[in-house]
Protein backbone atom coordinates (compact mmCIF):
# COMPACT_ATOMS: atom_id res chain seq x y z
CA UNK A 1 0.00 0.00 0.00
CA UNK A 2 1.30 3.59 -0.97
CA UNK A 3 2.42 5.58 2.26
CA UNK A 4 -0.62 8.18 0.63
CA UNK A 5 -2.91 5.60 0.91
CA UNK A 6 -1.68 4.47 4.75
CA UNK A 7 -2.33 7.96 5.81
CA UNK A 8 -5.86 8.20 4.31
CA UNK A 9 -6.63 5.15 6.79
CA UNK A 10 -5.61 6.77 9.53
CA UNK A 11 -8.37 9.67 9.18
CA UNK A 12 -10.47 6.91 10.73
CA UNK A 13 -8.58 5.86 13.40
CA UNK A 14 -5.23 7.84 13.78
CA UNK A 15 -2.59 4.79 15.34
CA UNK A 16 1.11 4.98 15.48
CA UNK A 17 3.41 7.38 14.33
CA UNK A 18 1.36 7.59 10.86
CA UNK A 19 -1.78 8.07 12.68
CA UNK A 20 0.37 11.10 14.64
CA UNK A 21 1.20 12.49 11.55
CA UNK A 22 -2.48 12.46 10.29
CA UNK A 23 -3.36 14.26 13.13
CA UNK A 24 -1.38 17.44 12.35
CA UNK A 25 -2.43 17.40 8.44
CA UNK A 26 -5.76 17.62 10.37
CA UNK A 27 -4.80 20.13 12.48
CA UNK A 28 -3.05 22.56 10.34
CA UNK A 29 -4.77 21.91 6.47
CA UNK A 30 -6.30 24.97 6.00
CA UNK A 31 -9.93 23.94 4.24
CA UNK A 32 -10.09 21.82 7.61
CA UNK A 33 -9.51 24.85 9.88
CA UNK A 34 -11.67 27.30 7.81
CA UNK A 35 -14.56 24.05 8.21
CA UNK A 36 -13.81 23.93 11.63
CA UNK A 37 -14.53 27.63 12.55
CA UNK A 38 -17.59 27.72 9.96
CA UNK A 39 -18.92 24.88 12.12
CA UNK A 40 -18.72 26.21 15.44
CA UNK A 41 -20.11 29.58 13.94
CA UNK A 42 -22.91 27.69 12.87
CA UNK A 43 -23.41 26.07 16.27
CA UNK A 44 -24.40 29.36 18.13
CA UNK A 45 -22.98 28.31 21.35
CA UNK A 46 -23.54 30.04 24.27
CA UNK A 47 -21.97 30.58 27.55
CA UNK A 48 -22.93 27.99 30.24
CA UNK A 49 -23.56 25.74 27.73
CA UNK A 50 -22.82 21.61 28.03
CA UNK A 51 -21.44 20.57 25.04
CA UNK A 52 -20.35 17.22 23.36
CA UNK A 53 -18.13 16.51 21.13
CA UNK A 54 -18.08 13.46 19.09
CA UNK A 55 -14.38 12.56 17.37
CA UNK A 56 -12.01 15.22 18.30
CA UNK A 57 -9.21 14.27 16.64
CA UNK A 58 -6.46 16.80 17.35
CA UNK A 59 -8.85 19.18 18.93
CA UNK A 60 -8.69 21.81 16.45
CA UNK A 61 -11.89 23.53 17.28
CA UNK A 62 -12.03 22.88 21.03
CA UNK A 63 -10.13 26.15 21.94
CA UNK A 64 -13.09 27.67 20.53
CA UNK A 65 -15.78 25.59 21.49
CA UNK A 66 -14.17 26.14 24.91
CA UNK A 67 -14.10 30.06 24.65
CA UNK A 68 -17.66 30.31 23.65
CA UNK A 69 -18.99 28.04 26.48
CA UNK A 70 -16.71 29.74 29.59
CA UNK A 71 -18.83 28.49 32.76
CA UNK A 72 -19.70 25.45 30.78
CA UNK A 73 -18.58 22.36 30.21
CA UNK A 74 -17.11 20.52 27.34
CA UNK A 75 -16.32 16.86 26.85
CA UNK A 76 -15.03 14.94 24.05
CA UNK A 77 -14.88 11.55 22.96
CA UNK A 78 -12.66 10.00 20.60
CA UNK A 79 -11.56 6.42 19.75
CA UNK A 80 -7.54 7.03 19.28
CA UNK A 81 -5.69 7.40 22.17
CA UNK A 82 -3.02 9.02 19.72
CA UNK A 83 -5.88 11.90 19.40
CA UNK A 84 -6.13 12.01 23.02
CA UNK A 85 -2.84 13.33 23.74
CA UNK A 86 -2.49 15.77 20.98
CA UNK A 87 -6.17 17.39 21.74
CA UNK A 88 -4.88 17.27 25.28
CA UNK A 89 -1.67 19.25 24.69
CA UNK A 90 -3.36 21.46 22.62
CA UNK A 91 -6.18 22.13 24.70
CA UNK A 92 -4.16 21.84 28.12
CA UNK A 93 -5.01 25.16 29.75
CA UNK A 94 -9.21 24.17 29.21
CA UNK A 95 -8.46 21.09 31.08
CA UNK A 96 -6.46 22.92 33.80
CA UNK A 97 -9.52 25.03 34.42
CA UNK A 98 -11.74 22.17 34.63
CA UNK A 99 -13.78 23.36 31.42
CA UNK A 100 -12.86 20.78 29.06
CA UNK A 101 -12.76 17.06 30.14
CA UNK A 102 -11.14 14.45 26.99
CA UNK A 103 -11.73 10.96 26.87
CA UNK A 104 -11.14 7.77 24.78
CA UNK A 105 -14.16 5.58 23.39
CA UNK A 106 -16.06 4.28 20.69
CA UNK A 107 -19.93 6.64 19.77
CA UNK A 108 -21.11 3.79 19.51
CA UNK A 109 -20.98 3.14 23.29
CA UNK A 110 -20.84 5.68 25.20
CA UNK A 111 -21.06 5.81 28.78
CA UNK A 112 -24.11 6.31 30.65
CA UNK A 113 -23.27 9.94 32.52
CA UNK A 114 -22.79 11.03 28.92
CA UNK A 115 -26.34 13.29 29.10
CA UNK A 116 -28.04 16.41 29.32
CA UNK A 117 -25.64 18.44 26.10
CA UNK A 118 -27.13 21.21 24.68
CA UNK A 119 -25.37 20.69 21.88
CA UNK A 120 -23.30 17.84 20.89
CA UNK A 121 -21.56 17.78 17.19
CA UNK A 122 -19.02 15.81 15.31
CA UNK A 123 -16.76 16.88 12.48
CA UNK A 124 -15.62 13.96 9.82
CA UNK A 125 -16.49 11.46 12.07
CA UNK A 126 -20.23 10.21 10.76
CA UNK A 127 -18.98 9.02 8.22
CA UNK A 128 -16.58 6.37 9.95
CA UNK A 129 -19.48 4.69 12.33
CA UNK A 130 -20.67 1.19 11.19
CA UNK A 131 -24.09 1.84 12.18
CA UNK A 132 -24.79 5.88 11.93
CA UNK A 133 -28.64 5.65 12.08
CA UNK A 134 -28.07 3.83 15.32
CA UNK A 135 -25.84 6.05 16.97
CA UNK A 136 -27.67 9.58 15.50
CA UNK A 137 -30.37 8.27 17.54
CA UNK A 138 -28.39 7.32 20.78
CA UNK A 139 -27.35 10.92 20.59
CA UNK A 140 -30.52 12.30 20.69
CA UNK A 141 -31.19 10.88 23.50
CA UNK A 142 -27.71 12.14 25.31
CA UNK A 143 -29.29 15.63 24.78
CA UNK A 144 -31.80 17.51 26.97
CA UNK A 145 -34.77 18.26 25.57
CA UNK A 146 -34.26 21.18 22.98
CA UNK A 147 -30.76 20.21 22.63
CA UNK A 148 -29.25 20.01 19.12
CA UNK A 149 -27.27 17.09 17.29
CA UNK A 150 -24.72 19.00 14.62
CA UNK A 151 -23.17 16.77 12.01
CA UNK A 152 -20.48 18.22 9.35
CA UNK A 153 -18.80 16.28 6.30
CA UNK A 154 -15.92 17.46 4.07
CA UNK A 155 -15.37 14.92 1.66
CA UNK A 156 -11.73 13.78 3.20
CA UNK A 157 -8.62 12.49 1.16
CA UNK A 158 -9.57 8.97 -0.09
CA UNK A 159 -13.19 9.41 0.49
CA UNK A 160 -15.93 8.88 -2.23
CA UNK A 161 -18.67 10.55 -0.64
CA UNK A 162 -19.46 13.88 -1.81
CA UNK A 163 -21.29 16.24 0.39
CA UNK A 164 -24.09 15.87 -1.22
CA UNK A 165 -24.47 12.63 -0.94
CA UNK A 166 -23.70 13.15 3.07
CA UNK A 167 -26.46 15.39 3.53
CA UNK A 168 -29.40 13.42 2.06
CA UNK A 169 -27.77 10.01 4.14
CA UNK A 170 -27.84 12.57 7.32
CA UNK A 171 -31.27 13.89 6.61
CA UNK A 172 -32.98 10.62 6.18
CA UNK A 173 -30.87 9.34 9.37
CA UNK A 174 -32.20 12.36 11.63
CA UNK A 175 -35.41 12.24 10.53
CA UNK A 176 -35.99 8.13 11.46
CA UNK A 177 -34.37 9.59 14.58
CA UNK A 178 -37.32 12.10 15.36
CA UNK A 179 -35.09 15.01 15.15
CA UNK A 180 -37.10 18.13 14.57
CA UNK A 181 -36.09 21.89 13.25
CA UNK A 182 -33.68 19.41 10.69
CA UNK A 183 -31.56 21.90 9.04
CA UNK A 184 -29.18 21.76 6.57
CA UNK A 185 -26.23 24.47 5.98
CA UNK A 186 -23.51 24.03 3.34
CA UNK A 187 -20.45 25.74 3.20
CA UNK A 188 -18.97 26.37 -0.11
CA UNK A 189 -15.28 25.84 -0.17
CA UNK A 190 -12.58 23.70 -1.69
CA UNK A 191 -13.41 20.93 -0.74
CA UNK A 192 -17.32 21.78 -0.04
CA UNK A 193 -18.80 20.96 3.33
CA UNK A 194 -21.97 20.38 4.74
CA UNK A 195 -23.79 20.52 8.17
CA UNK A 196 -26.90 18.78 9.11
CA UNK A 197 -28.50 19.53 12.57
CA UNK A 198 -31.58 18.78 14.47
CA UNK A 199 -33.76 19.32 17.71
CA UNK A 200 -34.49 17.08 20.21
CA UNK A 201 -38.29 17.63 21.03
CA UNK A 202 -38.87 19.77 23.64
CA UNK A 203 -41.16 17.44 25.71
CA UNK A 204 -41.82 14.00 24.16
CA UNK A 205 -44.73 11.57 25.10
CA UNK A 206 -41.96 9.38 26.45
CA UNK A 207 -40.52 12.40 29.29
CA UNK A 208 -43.89 13.54 30.12
CA UNK A 209 -44.81 9.90 30.72
CA UNK A 210 -41.34 9.73 33.04
CA UNK A 211 -41.92 12.82 34.71
CA UNK A 212 -44.93 12.38 36.66
CA UNK A 213 -44.38 8.60 38.11
CA UNK A 214 -47.71 8.44 39.11
CA UNK A 215 -49.57 9.33 35.89
CA UNK A 216 -51.50 5.85 34.36
CA UNK A 217 -50.80 4.28 31.14
CA UNK A 218 -53.07 5.98 28.38
CA UNK A 219 -55.83 3.12 27.30
CA UNK A 220 -55.32 2.24 23.33
CA UNK A 221 -58.62 3.75 21.62
CA UNK A 222 -61.45 1.44 20.77
CA UNK A 223 -61.00 0.02 16.98
CA UNK A 224 -63.32 2.06 15.04
CA UNK A 225 -65.83 -0.20 13.55
C1 LIG B 1 -11.22 12.47 10.06
S1 LIG B 1 -10.90 12.59 11.78
C2 LIG B 1 -11.71 14.14 12.15
C3 LIG B 1 -11.15 14.78 13.38
C4 LIG B 1 -11.70 16.15 13.71
N1 LIG B 1 -13.12 16.11 14.00
C5 LIG B 1 -11.39 17.12 12.60
O1 LIG B 1 -12.29 17.44 11.81
O2 LIG B 1 -10.24 17.55 12.50
C6 LIG B 1 -12.03 11.39 12.49
C7 LIG B 1 -11.84 11.22 13.98
O3 LIG B 1 -12.93 10.47 14.47
C8 LIG B 1 -12.45 9.48 15.36
N2 LIG B 1 -13.41 8.35 15.34
C9 LIG B 1 -13.65 7.49 14.32
N3 LIG B 1 -14.60 6.61 14.65
C10 LIG B 1 -14.99 6.93 15.92
C11 LIG B 1 -15.94 6.39 16.82
N4 LIG B 1 -16.69 5.33 16.50
N5 LIG B 1 -16.08 6.95 18.03
C12 LIG B 1 -15.32 8.02 18.38
N6 LIG B 1 -14.40 8.57 17.57
C13 LIG B 1 -14.23 8.04 16.36
C14 LIG B 1 -11.05 9.11 14.83
O4 LIG B 1 -10.25 8.55 15.83
C15 LIG B 1 -10.56 10.48 14.35
O5 LIG B 1 -9.88 11.17 15.36
Not at 52 to 72: F, H, I, K, S
Not at 91 to 115: C, K, V, Y
Request: aromatic share 6%.
Amino acid sequence: MLLVDRLYTHFAYPRGTVGSLAGVIMARRRANTVRGRWVIDQLALASGSRVLEVGYGPGAVLDDVCRRTANGHVVGIDISPVMMRQAAHRNRSHAQAGLLELRIGDAAHLAPDLRDFDVIFGINVWQYWQDPATVIKDLGTRLRPGGRLALAYMRPPGCRLTHGQAATQLTTQFTAATFTHIATEWMQHKPPAVLVSGQRPATTVCDTASSTPNSKAVPPLPDPM
